[in-house]
């Protein structure tokens, strides 16, 4: 959030510099690594449809300056890989696929029942479940990674500062004015800087940076510790699988089980032999956190490994593809933090004063609730046209900002 924030004020033409906690090479982040699901099927007038296809709009910007200004070249392919994005859905939730599919400008196809399952899909389905395949261009998964660099690159050529392994440790509001305590990770010294505007993109650790100038959002704001399991076909067993069903493989990732654990899943990455890395995990299945510094590298537990290895069973027998749970290696595990609002929708707002009246010279984007990736550049767009006093007419731009508007605690 704060790197396409960065980035979209950078390129209207504001000095922006960015402090990254992290180096330049990203080690944890709720959009650590090289794959989260972008989607953009949703009823008519869907927020986070809007954020998905607006932001590849504004990628589309960013990638078309990077390649007149850069000496490399560049390419949505590089950030977006292009695979149909599967949603299983119970029975009951008939009338929200209904809503889903009313008008919807994305090709996609339905099945209701386990013999239109077959006949449009060959999988297997119990009588209770709908499945749907969403294709569209840039849809499938994003890499955060690739996004993130181009992002900084496009920063510095825009005559912006990018300083990695920079804390910022403390915010104080001065008249006109914010102060801002870095610490330097690399020598331990610190910088005290001065700015007329500031944006704040610390994810879970925002409630703690903004405690003396908006204390509120320690309570709109909750970190929360989701576990994601990357496991692996062994290699003997994927070799035996023929053309077909290896492409049915790819043709299957992303998914997206809206059942009771609202798993998600996709392909990280492949190996020399195209054999899957896959990653799981449960977006409803959050754990308290003691130490938002240490839970980055906590170790999975064994019912959590266990859950990964019997979703991606699941799956893979609902594919009609031979798999045995000592056919699946587990390769690692990462803790994800989600930054939770009540509501679920995130929060892209001006800060508050001391009066309550909202800062035009101060925005916050936070409580992304694992739906940010897909929509960051959107996101960063509303932050900074709320940062320059922009605005847009178009309808679906008025809804979103309002959504994202602050939120009542």
């Known amino acids: 959030m704060g790197s396409a924030t960065a980035w979209q004020l950078a390129n209207a033409g504001e000095k922006v510099l ?75 939730k008939r009338e929200v696929v209904s809503r889903m599919l009313r008008q919807q400008p994305d090709t996609y196809e339905c099945s209701y029942t386990p013999e239109e399952a077959i006949e449009k899909f060959d999988v297997l389905v119990p009588p209770n479940q709908i499945v749907i395949q969403e294709y569209r261009k840039y849809t499938g998964t994003i890499n955060p990674k690739a996004l993130i660099k ?57 409630g703690d940076l903004l405690k003396k100038v908006a204390p509120e959002f320690s309570r709109l704001i909750t970190p929360k510790r989701v576990f994601l399991a990357f496991l692996k076909i062994n290699k003997e067993k994927f070799l035996s699988y023929s053309a077909d069903q290896k492409q049915k493989i790819f043709n299957f990732y992303p998914l997206i089980d809206l059942g009771p654990d609202h798993i998600f899943s996709m392909i990280e990455e492949k190996d020399e032999d195209q054999n899957p890395l896959i990653k799981i995990g449960g977006h409803f299945r959050r754990d308290d956190i003691e ?43 990462y803790s994800c933090v989600y930054s939770l609002t009540k509501s679920e ?46 605005d847009e007419d178009d309808f679906m731009y008025q809804k979103v900002r309002e959504a994202l508007r602050q939120q009542p605690s």
Not at 299 to 315: M, T
Not at 357 to 368: E, F, R, S, T
């Open 150 to 206: 181009k992002l900084h690159t496009g920063i510095l050529l825009k005559g912006g500062e990018v300083r990695y392994r920079h804390e910022v440790r403390n915010v104080k509001r001065k008249t006109n004015s914010y102060v801002v305590e870095v610490l330097n990770l690399e020598n331990e010294t610190i910088e005290v800087l001065e700015s007329k505007k500031i944006v704040s993109a610390a994810g879970p650790y925002t």
């Open 18 to 92: 960015l402090l990254e906690q992290q180096s330049s090479e990203y080690t944890f982040g709720s959009s650590f690594g090289e794959a989260r699901i972008c989607r953009s099927l949703g009823p008519k007038n869907d927020i986070w449809s809007y954020l998905h296809r607006r932001a590849l709009t504004e990628t589309e910007t960013l990638i078309a300056f990077l390649n007149t200004n850069d000496q490399e070249p560049h390419a949505m392919e590089d950030i977006y890989s292009d695979s149909p994005v599967t949603y299983i859905l119970h029975t009951d």
């Open 345 to 390: 929708v995130p929060i892209v707002s001006n800060l508050p004063q001391e009066d309550g009246v909202l800062d035009p010279n101060a925005v916050l984007l936070g409580g992304m609730s694992g739906v940010g990736a897909k929509g960051s550049l959107t996101y960063g767009l509303i932050a900074t046209d709320l940062l320059l006093g922009r």
């Open 291 to 333: 130490s938002l510094d240490k839970v980055w590298t906590m170790d999975l537990s064994k019912e959590e490994i266990d859950f990964g290895k019997k979703g991606v069973l699941e799956y893979f027998k609902f594919l009609n593809i031979p798999l045995h749970a000592e056919e699946l290696t587990f390769k690692k595990g």
